[in-house]
């Protein structure tokens, strides 16, 4: 019923930029946070970015000026403009969203990758 469908990840070389797309659909969401964590092999997942329903952001000392968290209210997304990528960010990205109400819900991951 609830989804997280996210788009966007791929191939790309290092100093390059990927735009990722996190669409819901299901239920009306009281959401007071969504963005975007990460995950490289072997290691916890980690926060990349995260943006409050009043528009205040969290980056990740690593992406602070290279990643921008974004949302659209209207189309239910939540968006992370990746730019000046390095081979470090190569990892599964994960949208995750957090309800008011306490619950959390997380995309199935799409993977990024970063030629050096």
């Known amino acids: 019923q609830v989804q997280l469908v996210e788009s966007g990840g791929g191939l790309v070389q290092a100093g390059g930029s990927l735009r990722l797309s996190c669409v819901t659909s299901?239920?009306?969401?009281?959401?007071?946070?969504r963005g975007w964590y990460r995950q490289h092999p072997g290691k916890q997942r980690e926060l990349v970015a995260t943006?409050?329903?009043?528009?205040?952001?969290n980056y990740a000392d690593s992406a602070k000026g290279r990643f921008i968290v974004s949302k659209d209210n209207g189309k239910r997304t939540v968006y992370l403009q990746m730019n000046s990528l390095k081979p470090e960010d190569t990892a599964v990205y994960y949208c995750y969203f957090q309800l008011y109400g306490g619950q959390h819900y997380w995309g199935q991951g799409t993977q990024v990758t970063v030629s050096s």
């Open positions: 299901g239920s009306i969401f009281m959401i007071r946070s």
């Open positions: 943006i409050t329903s009043d528009g205040n952001t």
